[in-house]
Protein backbone atom coordinates (compact mmCIF):
# COMPACT_ATOMS: atom_id res chain seq x y z
CA UNK A 1 0.00 0.00 0.00
CA UNK A 2 1.54 3.45 -1.05
CA UNK A 3 1.39 6.98 -0.71
CA UNK A 4 -1.62 7.20 -3.11
CA UNK A 5 -3.97 4.24 -1.46
CA UNK A 6 -3.84 6.15 1.73
CA UNK A 7 -5.07 8.85 0.09
CA UNK A 8 -7.85 6.90 -1.87
CA UNK A 9 -8.85 5.14 1.25
CA UNK A 10 -9.04 8.85 2.92
CA UNK A 11 -11.45 9.55 0.51
CA UNK A 12 -13.53 6.64 0.21
CA UNK A 13 -14.52 6.87 3.78
CA UNK A 14 -15.96 10.22 3.34
CA UNK A 15 -18.44 8.03 1.01
CA UNK A 16 -18.98 7.64 -2.01
CA UNK A 17 -20.79 10.20 -4.35
CA UNK A 18 -24.25 9.36 -5.29
CA UNK A 19 -23.17 10.62 -9.15
CA UNK A 20 -23.40 8.67 -12.25
CA UNK A 21 -19.65 7.94 -12.44
CA UNK A 22 -18.35 8.34 -8.66
CA UNK A 23 -15.06 7.01 -9.32
CA UNK A 24 -14.55 9.61 -11.48
CA UNK A 25 -15.38 12.39 -9.07
CA UNK A 26 -13.73 10.79 -6.06
CA UNK A 27 -10.74 10.61 -9.15
CA UNK A 28 -11.06 14.31 -9.78
CA UNK A 29 -10.15 14.94 -5.80
CA UNK A 30 -7.02 13.32 -5.53
CA UNK A 31 -5.33 13.56 -9.20
CA UNK A 32 -6.54 9.96 -10.34
CA UNK A 33 -8.70 8.98 -13.30
CA UNK A 34 -12.12 7.03 -12.35
CA UNK A 35 -10.14 4.36 -14.15
CA UNK A 36 -6.90 4.65 -11.47
CA UNK A 37 -9.53 4.57 -8.43
CA UNK A 38 -11.02 1.69 -9.63
CA UNK A 39 -8.11 -0.32 -10.36
CA UNK A 40 -6.79 0.71 -6.97
CA UNK A 41 -10.05 -0.20 -5.22
CA UNK A 42 -9.36 -3.52 -6.78
CA UNK A 43 -6.13 -4.07 -5.98
CA UNK A 44 -6.70 -3.45 -2.43
CA UNK A 45 -9.89 -5.99 -2.38
CA UNK A 46 -7.59 -8.35 -3.61
CA UNK A 47 -4.82 -7.67 -0.91
CA UNK A 48 -7.59 -7.71 1.50
CA UNK A 49 -7.44 -4.32 2.54
CA UNK A 50 -10.74 -3.39 1.51
CA UNK A 51 -13.57 -6.23 2.07
CA UNK A 52 -15.82 -4.73 -0.08
CA UNK A 53 -17.86 -1.71 -1.23
CA UNK A 54 -21.40 -1.02 0.17
CA UNK A 55 -23.78 1.51 1.04
CA UNK A 56 -24.80 1.76 4.45
CA UNK A 57 -28.04 2.66 5.99
CA UNK A 58 -29.06 4.21 8.95
CA UNK A 59 -30.64 1.10 10.71
CA UNK A 60 -33.33 3.05 12.89
CA UNK A 61 -34.52 4.92 10.18
CA UNK A 62 -35.94 1.53 8.12
CA UNK A 63 -37.15 0.07 11.69
CA UNK A 64 -34.23 -2.05 12.85
CA UNK A 65 -34.62 -0.80 16.39
CA UNK A 66 -33.35 -4.16 18.22
CA UNK A 67 -29.85 -4.32 18.85
CA UNK A 68 -28.12 -6.84 20.96
CA UNK A 69 -24.35 -8.06 21.68
CA UNK A 70 -24.50 -11.59 22.90
CA UNK A 71 -21.79 -13.15 25.40
CA UNK A 72 -21.32 -17.00 24.89
CA UNK A 73 -20.32 -19.38 27.56
CA UNK A 74 -18.29 -21.36 25.74
CA UNK A 75 -15.94 -24.40 27.06
CA UNK A 76 -12.38 -23.40 26.02
CA UNK A 77 -11.33 -25.97 24.08
CA UNK A 78 -14.97 -25.76 21.83
CA UNK A 79 -14.13 -21.81 21.28
CA UNK A 80 -12.46 -21.90 17.96
CA UNK A 81 -14.88 -24.30 16.38
CA UNK A 82 -17.99 -22.51 17.97
CA UNK A 83 -16.73 -19.29 16.95
CA UNK A 84 -16.61 -20.50 13.04
CA UNK A 85 -19.86 -21.91 13.39
CA UNK A 86 -21.65 -18.75 15.05
CA UNK A 87 -19.56 -16.72 12.71
CA UNK A 88 -21.39 -18.95 9.39
CA UNK A 89 -24.75 -18.13 10.83
CA UNK A 90 -27.30 -16.00 9.28
CA UNK A 91 -28.63 -13.28 11.55
CA UNK A 92 -25.31 -12.72 13.21
CA UNK A 93 -23.07 -9.50 12.13
CA UNK A 94 -20.08 -9.63 14.13
CA UNK A 95 -18.66 -12.40 16.04
CA UNK A 96 -15.54 -12.25 18.44
CA UNK A 97 -13.41 -13.80 21.00
CA UNK A 98 -12.60 -12.07 24.28
CA UNK A 99 -10.76 -13.21 27.49
CA UNK A 100 -12.76 -14.50 30.48
CA UNK A 101 -12.03 -13.42 33.66
CA UNK A 102 -12.44 -16.68 35.78
CA UNK A 103 -14.77 -16.75 38.52
CA UNK A 104 -16.26 -12.91 37.38
CA UNK A 105 -17.40 -13.10 33.92
CA UNK A 106 -17.18 -16.08 31.79
CA UNK A 107 -18.57 -15.25 28.47
CA UNK A 108 -15.64 -15.79 25.76
CA UNK A 109 -17.50 -15.57 22.42
CA UNK A 110 -19.84 -12.58 21.51
CA UNK A 111 -22.26 -12.25 18.51
CA UNK A 112 -23.90 -8.87 17.32
CA UNK A 113 -27.76 -9.13 16.50
CA UNK A 114 -29.97 -6.79 14.46
CA UNK A 115 -34.01 -6.92 14.39
CA UNK A 116 -37.06 -5.18 14.40
CA UNK A 117 -37.82 -5.88 17.80
CA UNK A 118 -36.35 -6.97 20.98
CA UNK A 119 -38.34 -10.19 20.57
CA UNK A 120 -37.26 -11.25 17.03
CA UNK A 121 -34.12 -10.97 18.39
CA UNK A 122 -34.71 -12.86 21.55
CA UNK A 123 -36.25 -15.74 19.15
CA UNK A 124 -33.21 -15.59 16.94
CA UNK A 125 -30.80 -16.29 19.50
CA UNK A 126 -32.95 -19.02 21.30
CA UNK A 127 -32.77 -20.80 18.02
CA UNK A 128 -29.09 -20.59 17.52
CA UNK A 129 -28.57 -21.72 21.35
CA UNK A 130 -31.23 -24.92 20.47
CA UNK A 131 -28.90 -25.18 16.88
CA UNK A 132 -25.70 -25.05 18.83
CA UNK A 133 -26.35 -26.65 21.87
CA UNK A 134 -25.23 -23.77 23.65
CA UNK A 135 -27.64 -22.29 26.30
CA UNK A 136 -25.45 -20.44 28.70
CA UNK A 137 -25.76 -16.80 27.59
CA UNK A 138 -26.08 -13.64 28.43
CA UNK A 139 -28.35 -10.59 26.00
CA UNK A 140 -27.04 -6.84 25.91
CA UNK A 141 -29.61 -4.50 23.96
CA UNK A 142 -28.52 -1.44 23.52
CA UNK A 143 -30.39 1.17 25.26
CA UNK A 144 -28.71 4.59 22.95
CA UNK A 145 -26.24 5.02 20.33
CA UNK A 146 -24.05 7.53 20.83
CA UNK A 147 -21.40 6.83 17.97
CA UNK A 148 -21.67 4.48 15.09
CA UNK A 149 -18.72 5.05 12.59
CA UNK A 150 -17.18 3.00 9.81
CA UNK A 151 -13.72 5.33 10.05
CA UNK A 152 -10.41 3.05 10.65
CA UNK A 153 -8.06 6.30 9.39
CA UNK A 154 -4.62 5.71 8.50
CA UNK A 155 -2.25 8.46 9.28
CA UNK A 156 0.91 9.73 7.34
CA UNK A 157 3.09 6.83 9.35
CA UNK A 158 0.84 4.24 8.82
CA UNK A 159 -0.69 4.25 12.53
CA UNK A 160 -4.49 3.16 12.85
CA UNK A 161 -6.09 5.99 14.28
Known amino acids: MDSFDQILLRELE ?9 YSIIGERIGMTGEEVIQR ?9 IRRVRA ?3 QRSVGIIANALVGWKIPEEETDNAGKALAALPGITHCYQRSIVPGRWEYS ?10 EQVIQEI ?4 EKTGYHDFIILFSTDEYKRTPHTRVDDLDCVI
Open 41 to 49: IENLKQAGV
Open 56 to 58: RIN
Open 126 to 129: RMIA
Open 109 to 118: LYTVHHGWSH
Open 14 to 22: KGIPLQSHP
